[in-house]
């Protein structure tokens, strides 16, 4: 499995994104779809999470109402569409693919694929 990110830029606080994470090779493996970020000098946190088929996001309090997880099986994308950003959503976004179909959010796992990261940077 493999998988590429992008959509990450430079905007001003209020402002949106729209992050892609387009996957390829054995998707069969592949149970929930997660984006992930890492801030500089903190650890990579789960954003929110996605059962591969079907199912609901699952989100972190602090994007809940603002971010929105969706997927299109038929062009093998995940999206995440961050709305009305902050400068604390400042991070390198991470796309992940695990092979369990996890229950809620998503959890950091070794065991998972993982993309190269986008940069987002919002400023004040």
């Known amino acids: 499995v493999q998988l590429q990110a992008s959509g990450g830029g430079l905007v001003q606080a209020g402002d949106s994104l729209r992050l892609s994470c387009l996957v390829s090779?054995?998707?069969?493996?592949?149970?929930?779809m997660g984006w992930f970020r890492q801030a500089p000098g903190k650890e990579r946190e789960p954003v929110v999470s996605i059962p591969w088929r079907g199912g609901i996001g699952h989100y972190v309090d602090s994007v809940k109402d603002r971010f929105t997880i969706s997927r299109d099986n038929a062009k093998n994308t995940v999206y995440l569409q961050m709305n009305s950003l902050r400068p604390e959503d400042t991070a390198v976004y991470y796309c992940?693919?695990?092979?369990?179909?996890?229950?809620?959010?998503?959890?950091?796992?070794?065991?998972?694929?993982w993309g190269q990261g986008t940069q987002v940077t919002v400023s004040s």
């Open positions: 992940a693919a695990d092979p369990r179909r996890r229950v809620g959010i998503m959890p950091y796992s070794n065991n998972a694929y």
């Open positions: 090779g054995d998707t069969f493996k592949i149970g929930t």
